[in-house]
């Protein structure tokens, strides 16, 4: 919390070209802070357990094989990512194909899609753990719009996979999953991608 403390103090006095950041756009910091990072990481936790569940014999290799926990976790990235989309505003008329995206035009990236793009993964549906290149996917973002707490969101998942995978023997659902929306992170998501059309 000290470390969250500081981060809102530094947000609260930065200053570019004599402006401030609103109290809008500051409280929408403060809750992709905590809440975008906490269920984020909660659905990536989850997303590794039920593909362990699918996949008894990459579970088997795990149990085997801890060391390879890294790999798994990139691969849950990329196959069962936690952000299904983004949302952004284009900045300008664009042309894409047939079609014209208006400025101001709202712009919904699926990186699911491209997670399980054939000419970028081979068998993309599958969940593979020699699969080759796996930190190509678009599970945190890319470029200036990586994710913040990639890192953080990394270690955590790969601690909860190392003691599960060393804890248990299998995983079975004791019945289908149920799927909720993640309205916490479309809300901020949609405001993020406001301020960065401003």
């Not at 470390?3 to 947000?11: E, V």
């Not at 699969?131 to 200036?144: A, D, N, P, W």
């Amino acid at each position: 919390m000290i470390r969250f403390k500081n981060i809102m103090s530094q947000t609260l006095s930065i200053e570019v070209e004599g402006e401030r950041l609103t109290d809008a756009e500051v409280l929408s910091m403060a809750m992709l802070l905590l809440l975008a990072g906490n269920e984020t990481t909660t659905n990536l936790i989850v997303n590794f357990v039920r593909l362990m569940e699918g996949s008894p014999n990459e579970g088997d290799q795990l149990r085997e094989h801890p060391e390879f926990v890294a790999g798994a976790v990139e691969e849950t990235l990329r196959l069962r990512n936690s952000i299904r989309n983004i949302d952004r505003f284009a900045l300008r008329d664009v042309q894409l194909g047939d079609t014209t995206i208006p400025a101001g035009g709202l712009v919904v990236i699926w990186l699911s899609a491209a997670n399980r793009d054939p000419a970028a993964f081979a068998e993309p549906d599958k969940f593979l753990l020699e699969r080759s290149g796996t930190k190509r996917h678009m599970g945190f973002g890319y470029g200036m719009h990586m994710c913040l707490g990639a890192p953080l969101a990394r270690m955590e998942t790969q601690t909860a996979a190392r003691e599960i995978v060393t804890r248990t023997k299998a995983i079975e659902l004791l019945g289908p999953p149920e799927l909720g929306p993640n309205a916490n992170f479309d809300v901020i998501n949609r405001q993020i991608a406001r301020f960065v059309a401003r």
